[in-house]
């Protein structure tokens, strides 16, 4: 695998997306929401790095089931805190084709939130089907499969504190 982001540029990443979000809500009450299970490492060091008062949940979205074709999204919400009336940001690991971030956005807009954004750690260029742009991004990367920081290839590589590119080789042998 070839290292795409060390941990010390993802932190610097982390930091510049946190003043971002801290631009767009001062000193307001946010609920950051992260989809797991790719989220949960940049949720755990965003949120470290925000000072207004915060609600933390998370909702889970998976259409890869173990691979690398996208199959029909299951979103389940159960872990969710309500969002009525409330300034959301939907945190997740990777903006792809963008699809799953715009089922989610739909989902939540029916749940009644004050403003939902999203922020996400990586934009992924060269695969967007959507027109939708998310209003938080961490790094621009290649179209490459990417794994670490919370990133997986069959459930393996998410505790690397940083992200690869696995190569082509690595993808299609037996995962660790």
Request: charged share 25%; glycine share 8%.
């Amino acid at each position: 695998m070839k290292i795409l982001l060390d941990e010390t540029t993802l932190q610097e990443g982390v930091r510049r997306m946190a003043r971002d979000i801290t631009s767009i809500y001062g000193d307001r009450p946010v609920t950051m929401i992260g989809v797991l299970t790719g989220s949960v490492v940049l949720v755990a060091d965003l949120i470290r790095q925000l000072s207004m008062p915060l609600r933390v949940g998370v909702v889970q979205a998976s259409s890869y089931r173990g691979t690398t074709t996208r199959g029909h999204l299951v979103i389940n919400s159960d872990l969710m805190p309500d969002i009525t009336g409330r300034d959301v940001v939907i945190v997740d690991d990777i903006f792809d084709t963008g699809n799953t971030l715009v089922e989610l956005l739909a989902m939540m807009d029916r749940l009644g939130p004050m403003s939902v954004r999203t922020a996400v750690l990586l934009r992924k260029t060269g695969r967007q089907e959507v027109t939708y742009e998310p209003n938080f991004v961490g790094f621009e990367i290649p179209d490459e499969f990417v794994v670490g920081y919370g990133l997986d290839y069959h459930d393996a590589y998410r505790n690397l504190p940083f992200v690869a590119a696995l190569e082509s080789q690595e993808i299609d042998s037996t995962p660790p």
